[in-house]
């Protein structure tokens, strides 16, 4: 593994890159332990499929022993991340120790097997080493932590859990998940009070961590960022891609940009499912490695990340570009269909447009395009069923939309996206596997822009939102991204972002600014724990007395049955 790569520090560059690229060879050919002092650490993701078979204990078993392995087999690097849920599940539960009670499992054995053996393994192997579990904990009598859920008869709580052990195995943090995925909420509790997660290593990098759909809110995810200034982020996940906007590596990619972080994100691997996709990204240096797996696959992924105190990474290296009819395609991972474009302001392009400038307006809120496409020159034959995507130009700004069809949203869009036929409906959809899809056009110019609005509650993220029909982002190189003023640091101000591809593109599925304004708009899952108090003043007018006849009525009914 050589990368062609430098730190961009002015004039200076140059040299710098010089040396770079011999400390580069030099890391590669003896990978070393970081130090505080070293301007790069060695990360690793795991990817990994669920384990086989129908039996709790077993599947857990099964589980812990490949970690294990994995551990074992990873070499010298630093940290070590596994995806969400895989672990463990409610029959195989364990207790977790809060990191200030200063618990090393590998000897203070009163958990589960599996993290007593993960614990031994960290320590064994000198790692740090991320895991995802189901936590127990007792809450009978007043007993456990405070939470939206009242205890119940059981006395016991679940959590869906990250634990954390540093290189002896003692559990150096814990964080419970604020977020959940909708019928989560029925087994699983949540914090009043969401968790902080950080832990300091011994190579000078300070981390936070949470989980999936923790991504797309602001508490925790953004307040690590925004208000710890966290720079170095470690994320499992169990993640279920949506196009066009929400794909894993997508949404990994475009999130460690728009906040220029180092993102360590582990997905479990289940592509039927619509699981998968890994990576280690460089903020706005763009991704170290990531991949997205058409077969549930179990693979470990190795990164040297460059700590953010020694500067921006510039990736420098860019394939030529060649136009080409037919590029690979990823057709057997399943995906959601993001219903809100539905309601984007949008506008179908022809068929074979070659150039374009249009101002499209959602309300106030208006997207600049300017693009361009060429004729892609082949030999090949066409043949006469040969499909190619319409593309459709969306600009939105509004409250009306969900992340993935669980929780509200305020988004603002400026977008390109595919679409599989002239129809808005088909938007969000790609081509079965079995259609000869050809790039009859390539895009040579592409040019959006907008301003975005000031932030009300200071809560906004911008990013970049790419993807090309690899179910890849279009790599950092290959785009430039202003904004001014610069946005994390401006979130009171309006700030015009400009996305522009520098280099040509054959098979876009999207391309696209992509912001989320944090609603504070409750979501409550149609849980009665989750629900707000909802009460109508009786003595409040017309309304009140509607309610109270309607109550009236209905236990009228009641009495009749
Ligand atoms: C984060 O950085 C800002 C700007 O440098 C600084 O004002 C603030 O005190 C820092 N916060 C923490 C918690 O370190
Ligand atoms: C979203 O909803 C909030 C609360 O109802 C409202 O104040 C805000 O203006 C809405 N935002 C947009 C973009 O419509
Ligand atoms: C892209 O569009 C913006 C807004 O219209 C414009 O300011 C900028 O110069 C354009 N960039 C290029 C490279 O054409
Ligand atoms: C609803 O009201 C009850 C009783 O006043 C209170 O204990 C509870 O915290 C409230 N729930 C929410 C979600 O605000």
């Given at each position: ?111 589960e097997l599996f993290l007593i053996e993960l614990s031994c393994s960290a320590r064994s192997n000198a790692v740090y080493v991320v895991i995802n579990l189901v936590e127990k904990e007792l809450c009978a009598n007043g007993a456990g932590s405070d939470t939206f859920k009242p205890c119940p008869a059981t006395g016991v709580l679940y959590f869906n859990t990250n634990v954390v052990f540093d290189r002896r195995g003692r559990v150096i943090s814990r964080y419970r998940k604020t977020h959940l995925w909708r019928h ?128 921006q990474l510039v990736p420098s290296f860019t394939p030529l570009f060649t136009p080409q009819l037919k590029t690979a395609r990823v057709t057997k991972v399943a995906t959601y269909k993001d219903y809100n474009v539905d309601i984007f302001e949008s506008e179908l392009l022809e068929e074979n447009f070659l150039s374009l400038e249009r101002t499209l307006c959602h309300g106030s809120f208006c997207c600049t395009f300017a693009i361009a496409r060429k004729l892609t020159e082949s030999s090949e034959v066409i043949g ?178």
């Amino acid at each position: 593994m050589v990368w062609q790569l430098n730190f961009s520090h002015g004039s200076a560059m140059k040299s710098i890159q010089l040396c770079f690229l011999l400390l580069v060879v030099f890391f590669t050919s003896s990978q070393q332990l970081s130090k505080p002092g070293d301007p790069t650490y060695w990360a690793a993701v795991v990817e990994h499929k669920e384990p086989d078979g129908d039996n709790a204990r077993l599947r857990t078993t099964f589980a812990s022993e490949s970690f294990q392995q994995i551990i074992k087999d990873a070499g010298d690097v630093d940290i070590i991340v596994f995806p969400e849920h895989i672990l463990n599940s409610r029959s195989t539960a364990t207790f977790v120790p809060h990191e200030s009670e200063n618990v090393t499992p590998c000897y203070q054995t009163d958990y589960e097997l599996f993290l007593i053996e993960l614990s031994c393994s960290a320590r064994s192997n000198a790692v740090y080493v991320v895991i995802n579990l189901v936590e127990k904990e007792l809450c009978a009598n007043g007993a456990g932590s405070d939470t939206f859920k009242p205890c119940p008869a059981t006395g016991v709580l679940y959590f869906n859990t990250n634990v954390v052990f540093d290189r002896r195995g003692r559990v150096i943090s814990r964080y419970r998940k604020t977020h959940l995925w909708r019928h989560e909420y029925v087994e699983t509790a949540v914090l009043r009070s969401p968790d902080i997660a950080t832990f300091t290593t011994d190579f000078g990098v300070t981390f936070g961590h949470f989980i999936c759909f923790d991504m797309l809110f602001y508490e925790p995810a953004m307040k690590l960022v925004r208000e710890l200034n966290i720079t170095d982020i470690v994320y499992p996940t169990y993640w279920f891609s949506e196009l066009p906007f929400l794909g894993a590596v997508q949404l990994q990619e475009g999130w460690a940009f728009g906040n220029d972080v180092n993102l360590l994100a582990a997905d479990a691997s289940e592509p039927s499912g619509r699981t998968t996709g890994s990576g280690i990204y460089a903020g706005r240096g763009g991704r170290l490695v990531a991949e997205i797996f058409e077969e549930p696959t179990t693979k470990l992924l190795i990164a040297e990340v460059p700590k953010k105190e020694h500067g921006q990474l510039v990736p420098s290296f860019t394939p030529l570009f060649t136009p080409q009819l037919k590029t690979a395609r990823v057709t057997k991972v399943a995906t959601y269909k993001d219903y809100n474009v539905d309601i984007f302001e949008s506008e179908l392009l022809e068929e074979n447009f070659l150039s374009l400038e249009r101002t499209l307006c959602h309300g106030s809120f208006c997207c600049t395009f300017a693009i361009a496409r060429k004729l892609t020159e082949s030999s090949e034959v066409i043949g006469s069923g040969a499909k190619a995507y319409r593309y459709r130009i969306a600009a939105y700004w509004g409250n009306e939309t969900t992340a993935i069809r669980v929780d509200r949203t305020e988004q603002a869009t400026c977008a390109l996206f595919a679409c599989t036929n002239e129809h808005l409906s088909s938007c969000g959809y790609i081509f079965p596997e079995f259609e000869d899809v050809v790039n009859r056009h390539h895009f040579t110019k592409l040019n959006i822009s907008a301003n975005f609005p000031a932030a009300p509650r200071g809560r906004r993220l911008i990013m970049p939102s790419t993807l090309n029909a690899l179910f890849l982002p279009v790599a950092v190189s290959e785009f430039d991204w202003t904004e001014s003023p610069e946005a994390a640091a401006n979130p009171d101000k309006p700030v015009f972002v400009n996305l522009n591809l520098v280099r040509q593109q054959n098979d876009l599925l999207t391309f696209a600014i992509w912001a989320n304004y944090f609603t504070d708009l409750p979501s409550t899952h149609n849980l009665d724990h989750m629900h707000p108090n909802f009460t109508v003043p009786l003595n409040s007018g017309s309304a009140g007395i509607l309610v109270s006849s309607f109550v009236w009525l209905i236990s009228g009914l009641f009495l009749v049955l």
